[in-house]
Antibody, heavy 120, light 107 residues
């Protein structure tokens, strides 16, 4: 079955760039959209953005141009970079598969999530 | 951005009860509205997509309805494993916003 696994540093210093990777197994990254979502401690879900396998992206304007999502088809991975981080970016970060067609961009497979703390 | 408002924000119910959670969008989202369940320490998972379609493997006691701006998630005959937090999400227009969540607790 399809599985997603997030990886990356659990601790990032303020003003630096948060970088996470999502490795997809059991399916090809080709032909689909892929998304990043985050959840601050004790709070709700926030959609960060998505990427099409060919590289097209959509981002949440609330992140004010700090976010970049990219795809590496050779590794069957997609990645999140969030620059100039502050404590407000401390959260659990999830990657997910986005299904179009009759699913209308619902996210049907999620990674287990990874905790990122922004602190000096 | 489309604002998505869930109500109530929390809800207490007993095993066997039927509960309804509402999600309202600030403008039409057609049927591009989905429901997710999240248990503590776990990733969310998809319950209902496009307002009323049951995701594979999800028990039939979960049902969804609605169109344009008002949607409901109904859970019939609550089971112990249903006590969790529920989120709706619109995917009609970017950014794909979530509701603030509804925490369902055991009474």
């Amino acid at each position: 079955q399809v599985q997603l696994q997030e990886s990356g540093p659990g601790l990032v210093k303020p003003s630096e760039t948060l970088s996470l990777t999502c490795t997809v197994s059991g399916a090809s990254i080709s032909g689909l959209y892929w998304s990043w979502i985050r959840q601050p401690p004790g709070k709700g879900l926030e959609w960060i953005g998505n990427v099409y396998y060919s590289g097209g992206t959509n981002y949440n304007p609330s992140l004010k141009g700090r976010v970049t999502i990219s795809v590496d088809m050779s590794k069957n991975q997609f990645s999140l970079n969030l620059s100039s981080v502050t404590a407000a970016d401390t959260a659990f970060y999830y990657c997910a598969r986005v299904v179009v067609g009759s699913y209308c961009y619902a996210m049907d497979v999620w990674g287990q999530g990874t905790s990122v703390t922004v602190s000096s | 951005d489309i604002q998505v408002t869930q109500s109530p924000s929390s809800l207490s119910a007993s095993i066997g009860d039927t509960v309804t959670i509402t999600c309202r969008a600030s403008q039409t989202v057609n049927r591009y509205l989905h429901w997710y369940q999240q248990k503590p320490g776990k990733a969310p998972h998809l319950l209902i997509y496009t307002a009323s379609s049951l995701q594979s493997g999800v028990p039939s006691r979960f049902s969804g309805s609605g169109f344009t701006t008002e949607f409901t998630l109904t859970i019939s005959s609550l089971q112990p494993e249903d006590f969790a937090t529920y989120y709706c999400q619109q995917t009609y227009i970017h950014p794909h916003t979530f509701g603030q969540g509804t925490k369902l607790e055991i009474k």
